[in-house]
Every structure is written in structure tokens, then in C-alpha cells.
């Protein structure tokens, strides 16, 4: 684990053994970068206020499961959320539109349901602007509606497809 001023947190491709509790006293965190660590269990609700300078946070290729807790939504610093490739469940929660700062969410390879245009591509906000949104809204149905994903995908996540 590297921890630089307990502002960086960086392990990619190893079995890592998580205990989200270490990170919320982490409250300066902001960056964190756990690809591929095989990390199970679900996304821990406290992080929404308990890491308030979070900017990116990389939990792709890892077997998470459950849902996105609506408090993510107070991660108003974040402008990268990576979470495809995982066993996430459920609606997306409105509430991530409250991340007016997030530029790429990538939710692809989950089992996530639900319609993205009213949280990140119906926003009146010019200075809002998501540059890039991968979601699983390839197949018949699709799994998410999303008009403004740059990339869909199929339920398994493997194929994606650029969109206009």
C-alpha cells in the first residue's frame, strides 16, 4: 500500500484484503486506485461525507457487490469514478448528479438498471459536463438508458460500442 501524506492510495492488480474503515480518517484522500484486487463486499456508505477530497477513485475488475449508496453522492469533489467490471446491483441513485465536478463514470459490467439522461444528460448546467459515461446500454432491453453515454456496452461489459 503507498500512502503519500495519506493523500494517495495506489494498488493495482494483487489480492488486496480491504477494510474501507482505514480510509475515512483519510479525510485529505484523494485519489485512490484499487484495479483488480479481487476486493469483495459492498461500497461502504461512508465515504460519501467521510472523504470529502476525493478525486478519483478506481475500483474497476473487482468482485464489489450490492448497490451505489445514494451518499456517493455527496463526493462533490470526485471527477473520476470508475466502476465497471464488478457485481454492483440495483438502481443508479440520483443522487450522483449532485457531482458537478465528476468528468468520466465508467459503470459498465455490472448488473445496474435504471435511466442516466436525468442525472448526467439532462443537466442545464453548461459547466457540467461529464466527458465520458460507459454503461451497460447495448442488448434487448438494454439494462440503462443513457442518450448521452459516449460508449454502450452489453450486460457482461466485454463489448462496447462508441456512440455519436
Not at 38 to 51: K, R, S, V
Not at 99 to 110: A, D, H, K
Request: aromatic fraction near 10%.
Amino acid at each position: 500500500m503507498y500512502f503519500c501524506f495519506n493523500k494517495v492510495i495506489v494498488i493495482l492488480n494483487h489480492y488486496f484484503s480491504c477494510c474501507w474503515c482505514h480510509f475515512i480518517s483519510l479525510t485529505n484522500l484523494f485519489y485512490v486506485g484499487l484495479r483488480g484486487n479481487a476486493i469483495d463486499g459492498t461500497l461502504p456508505p461512508e465515504w460519501g461525507q467521510g472523504l470529502p477530497s476525493l478525486q478519483f477513485l478506481d475500483l474497476e475488475e473487482n468482485m464489489l457487490q450490492g448497490s451505489i449508496p445514494t451518499e456517493f453522492g455527496a463526493l462533490t469533489a470526485l471527477e473520476s469514478l470508475y466502476l465497471e467490471k464488478n457485481r454492483l446491483e440495483g438502481q443508479l441513485p440520483s443522487e450522483l448528479g449532485q457531482m458537478s465536478l465528476l468528468e468520466y463514470f465508467q459503470f459498465n459490467g455490472n448488473d445496474l438498471t435504471g435511466n442516466v439522461d436525468p442525472i448526467f444528460c439532462d443537466i442545464e448546467d453548461p459547466l457540467v459536463v461529464v466527458q465520458d459515461i460507459r454503461g451497460d446500454c447495448l442488448g434487448d432491453p438494454p439494462e440503462i438508458t443513457c442518450t448521452c453515454c459516449t460508449s454502450c456496452c452489453t450486460a457482461d461489459g466485454e463489448t462496447c460500442e462508441q456512440q455519436p
